[in-house]
T-cell receptor, first 111, second 113 residues
Framework: GESVGLHLPTLSVQEGDNSIINCAYS??????FIWYKQESGKGPQFIID?????DKRQGQRVTVLLNKTVKHLSLQIAATQPGDSAVYFC??????????FGAGTTVTVRA | KAGVTQTPRYLIKTRGQQVTLSCSPI?????VSWYQQTPGQGLQFLFE???????NKGNFPGRFSGRQFSNSRSEMNVSTLELGDSALYLC????????????FGQGTRLTVV
């Protein structure tokens, strides 16, 4: 079946260090993958997406890597800041007009 | 540019009642999706509408329904509420699907007592 999951439910990171959040997916037919950030009391906020025909995409302080061979997705956050503390979700989508979300990783940034 | 607006923000209902939640998408966005978020099940897809047509529906009982109006605003309805329906209901809008950049509202927190 289709499922999107994250390897670790929590991640504690020292401020200024780089963060890596991992996600495993099972639907090899997915067309794209998205990372969302959700802060307490808010809806998910789009961070970055990547198409299935790409291996890497960079944004501002973030990089998403896609390894289709092992069905693995990761989000790298450079120089993690206190404002990066949130729950991060990976999601996958195709041409069926819906997103399937993973369980989420709670990132806590230590000062 | 205003974001996705969901009303109300908080709602308390009694078992057996029904509830209607509203979502106003970003101006110009024609696709509206609804998701249920709970601590145990995470974010689960409810349905998606585009130009007043439902194009996909998640695995939820028939008590969950929705619709979209000609101005792209959407409503979802839950009838005969159960305790397990307590959740954060999120609406997302996008220009098209694809949904590569769906913008979410802040959600409606529904508590069923």
């Amino acid at each position: 079946g289709e499922s999107v999951g994250l390897h670790l439910p929590t991640l504690s990171v020292q401020e200024g260090d780089n963060s890596i959040i991992n996600c495993a997916y099972s639907n090899s037919a997915s067309d794209y993958f998205i990372w969302y950030k959700q802060e307490s009391g808010k809806g998910p906020q789009f961070i970055i997406d990547i198409r299935s025909n790409m291996d890497k995409r960079q944004g501002q302080r973030v990089t998403v890597l896609l390894n289709k061979t092992v069905k693995h997705l990761s989000l790298q956050i450079a120089a993690t800041q206190p404002g990066d503390s949130a729950v991060y979700f990976c999601a996958e989508g195709s041409n069926d007009y819906k997103l399937s979300f993973g369980a989420g990783t709670t990132v806590t940034v230590r000062a | 540019k205003a974001g996705v607006t969901q009303t109300p923000r908080y709602l308390i209902k009694t078992r057996g009642q029904q509830v209607t939640l509203s979502c106003s998408p970003i101006s110009g966005h024609r696709s509206v999706s609804w998701y249920q978020q709970t601590p145990g099940q995470g974010l689960q897809f409810l349905f998606e509408y585009f130009s007043e047509t439902q194009r996909n529906k998640g695995n939820f009982p028939g008590r969950f329904s929705g619709r979209q109006f000609s101005n792209s605003r959407s409503e979802m309805n839950v009838s005969t509420l159960e305790l397990g329906d307590s959740a954060l209901y999120l609406c997302a809008s996008s220009l098209e699907t694809g949904i590569t950049e769906a913008f979410f509202g802040q959600g409606t927190r529904l508590t069923v007592v």
